[in-house]
């Protein structure tokens, strides 16, 4: 299982755009791990083992729900491949899908100014219903609004180029892409 | 030391699955969405006319 999953996220990898890719590696964001464990405790392993502290308890419980995560402090992106939200059947898609939305949060973590994360609420009121309610019931933190949506916005933009579009989508308010597209790319 | 930065993670709210982010998707990126887009503007608009109203 391993195998594949890192030969999908490698694909996922190289189906960014050329200057998204430029600017991942420029922000020191380019790599990545694909494991079998719940994510709160082994990045809470790996920051005591790098010498950068350790993870409140409350945020290794919350991380370890969590199918993948951006870790700012190592540059990495971690991937529970064994999470049981996965799917077999519909692996490449959901793997894919979910390393692009951790490589979007890499992005809005170091991009997003004070302004867009102060307009987090409004711009989760600018999304199409369904997804604002995902945003909402996942119980992200008012300050983690705008990365949210930029992260889980790449994520959907990346699965319209895969289906050969460009641009923005119809659905998609323009205050929102515009934000995506400062922040992302 | 610095205080740790917190990662950012991908989680599904409880009772969500896989399934229903991939219909979500789908919906968005079949053009269903663009509707729920269009009635959310109207709403705005007609919250406007109320405000202007007053």
Redesign the interface.
Same mark, same amino acid.
């Given at each position: 299982m391993l195998t594949e999953a890192e030969e999908i996220v490698r694909q996922a990898w190289r189906e960014l755009p050329r200057g998204d890719r430029d600017l991942l590696k420029a922000i020191s964001a380019d790599q990545w791990e694909v494991c079998e464990r719940p994510l709160g405790t082994y990045t809470d392993e790996l920051l005591r083992s790098a010498g950068c502290g350790s993870l409140p308890a409350d945020e290794i419980s919350r991380s370890n729900d969590a199918l993948a995560l951006w870790v700012p402090d190592l540059r990495v992106v971690l991937i529970n491949v064994s999470h049981s939200a996965f799917d077999a059947s519909t692996f490449d898609y959901d793997l894919s899908r979910v390393a692009w939305h951790e490589w979007g949060h890499a992005l809005s973590l170091d991009r997003a100014d004070e302004d867009d994360i102060a307009a987090g609420e409004r711009y989760v009121e600018l999304l199409p219903e369904g997804l604002a309610r995902h945003v909402r019931q996942v119980g992200y933190r008012r300050r983690e609004y705008t990365h949210e949506i930029v992260a889980e916005i790449y994520a959907i933009l990346m699965i319209w180029r895969r289906q050969g579009n460009a641009g923005q989508p119809p659905w998609l308010h323009p205050e929102v892409y515009e934000l995506v597209r400062r922040v992302a790319g | 030391?610095?205080?740790?930065?917190?990662?950012? /993670?991908? &989680?599904?709210?409880?009772g969500?699955?896989?399934?229903d982010? &991939?219909r979500?998707?789908q919906?968005?990126?079949s /053009?269903e /969405?663009?509707h729920?887009?269009q009635s959310?503007d109207a709403k705005r608009g007609q919250k406007r006319t109320h405000r202007e109203e007053k």
């Amino acid at each position: 299982m391993l195998t594949e999953a890192e030969e999908i996220v490698r694909q996922a990898w190289r189906e960014l755009p050329r200057g998204d890719r430029d600017l991942l590696k420029a922000i020191s964001a380019d790599q990545w791990e694909v494991c079998e464990r719940p994510l709160g405790t082994y990045t809470d392993e790996l920051l005591r083992s790098a010498g950068c502290g350790s993870l409140p308890a409350d945020e290794i419980s919350r991380s370890n729900d969590a199918l993948a995560l951006w870790v700012p402090d190592l540059r990495v992106v971690l991937i529970n491949v064994s999470h049981s939200a996965f799917d077999a059947s519909t692996f490449d898609y959901d793997l894919s899908r979910v390393a692009w939305h951790e490589w979007g949060h890499a992005l809005s973590l170091d991009r997003a100014d004070e302004d867009d994360i102060a307009a987090g609420e409004r711009y989760v009121e600018l999304l199409p219903e369904g997804l604002a309610r995902h945003v909402r019931q996942v119980g992200y933190r008012r300050r983690e609004y705008t990365h949210e949506i930029v992260a889980e916005i790449y994520a959907i933009l990346m699965i319209w180029r895969r289906q050969g579009n460009a641009g923005q989508p119809p659905w998609l308010h323009p205050e929102v892409y515009e934000l995506v597209r400062r922040v992302a790319g | 030391m610095k205080p740790v930065k917190l990662p950012a /993670g991908y &989680r599904l709210p409880k009772g969500t699955t896989m399934a229903d982010v &991939r219909r979500l998707d789908q919906e968005l990126l079949s /053009g269903e /969405g663009h509707h729920q887009a269009q009635s959310y503007d109207a709403k705005r608009g007609q919250k406007r006319t109320h405000r202007e109203e007053k």
